[in-house]
Structures are given as C-alpha cells and as structure tokens.
Nanobody
Framework: QVQLVESGGGLVQAGGSLRLSCAAS????????TGWFRQDPGKEREFVAA????????YYADSVKGRFTISRDYAKNTVYLQMNSLKPEDTAVYYC??????????????????WGQGTQVTVSS
C-alpha cells in the first residue's frame, strides 16, 4: 500500500505561482512513477505532469510545458509541482498518483495504482 497526501493548493491571481507537494508513505520503495492530474467540475480528469523515480524522466501536458516543473525528493519521499504563470484555466482539483510498475504510459490514468485526495487550486483573473 502507498498513501499519498497532497498539499499546497490555494487561491492565487493570474500570473502567480503555487507549489504543490505530494508526500508518500508506505511501500514507496516500489514506486515507478508519480504523476499529477487535475479535474475541473464537469470535465474529465486530465494529465498534467509525471516523473519516474529511478531516472527522473519528466513528462508534461502541452498546456503546462514551460510553466510547470515536476521534481522529486528521495529523502522526503515527496514529489513537487511548481506552477508558475498560472492562468484561470489552470483552476481545478489537483491529484497526485503513484504507479508501482511501468505497465503503461505515465500520461494515462490507468497506469496508476494509488491516488491522493486532491488539493484545490483556484486562479482568479
């Protein structure tokens, strides 16, 4: 079992920044990748970014490339999502997820085995 807890969400004006954290506990040594997804009410959950633990390979949705940065801290078993130049369309609940094996693309929801509860990000115009 892997437990994930997100934090760092909040309300920010357009152009501002936030840093989300995803702290993992449990069988973290077996995690292949950690990803961030987001979901706005009435819309499907969508991929935002992902990172592999062993090599640190990163993946981003086109909509956030150049603005968001994903990183990992081994000592803290934590993954961060630094979000800069935020836009109103970035408003959503952000979820982190852990994949125990690389059985699919890190951009796909069904690759992931465990999910956090989510943290709200609201960007005002």
């Amino acid at each position: 079992q892997v437990q994930l807890v997100e934090s760092g969400g909040g309300l920010v004006q357009a152009g501002g920044s936030l840093r989300l954290s995803c702290a993992a506990s449990g069988r973290t040594f077996s995690t292949y990748a950690t990803g961030w997804f987001r979901q706005d009410p009435g819309k499907e959950r969508e991929f935002v970014a992902a990172i592999t633990w062993r090599y640190g390979s990163t993946y981003y949705a086109d909509s956030v490339k150049g603005r968001f940065t994903i990183s990992r801290d081994y000592a803290k078993n934590t993954v961060y999502l630094q979000m800069n130049s935020l836009k109103p369309e970035d408003t959503a609940v952000y979820y982190c997820a852990a994949a125990l094996a690389g059985r699919g693309p890190t951009t796909q929801m069904n690759t992931y085995d465990y999910w956090g509860q989510g943290t709200q990000v609201t960007v005002s115009s």
